[in-house]
């Protein structure tokens, strides 16, 4: 069992950055890909980025490429999502989840095995 907590969302201007943090209870966090996923009302979960094990690979979806970074630290059973030139449809409800195992192995939210509480983020114009 995972216990996942983000924090770090808020209300920033367009342009502007935001560091999510998403913190892991339990002892194996190092033996799940991590991966942040984003909702906006009304819509399915987007994926957004994933990191395998040891960091060592990362995917991010193609509208986040080059302005969002994904990052962990596993003696901190930490995941990170750094966002920076944030654009206003970058709002939405962010979550973090757990998906059992090391390498990348999907981007549907429905494959994740546990999730956070969800972090909001507005991007104001």
Do not use: H
């Not at 969002?68 to 999502?81: C, G, H, M, P, Q």
């Not at 990348?104 to 546990?114: E, G, K, L």
């Amino acid at each position: 069992q995972v216990q996942l907590v983000e924090s770090g969302g808020g209300l920033v201007q367009a342009g502007g950055s935001l560091r999510l943090s998403c913190a892991a209870s339990g002892r194996t966090f190092s033996s799940y890909v991590m991966g942040w996923f984003r909702q906006i009302p009304g819509k399915e979960r987007e994926f957004v980025a994933a990191i395998s094990w040891n960091g060592g690979r990362v995917l991010y979806a193609d509208s986040v490429k080059g302005r969002f970074t994904i990052s962990r630290d596993n003696a901190k059973n930490t995941v990170y999502l750094q966002m920076n030139s944030l654009k206003p449809e970058d709002t939405a409800v962010y979550y973090c989840a757990a998906d059992r195992g090391l390498m990348i192995t999907t981007t549907v939210a429905d494959r994740y095995d546990y999730w956070g509480q969800g972090t909001q983020v507005t991007v104001s114009s």
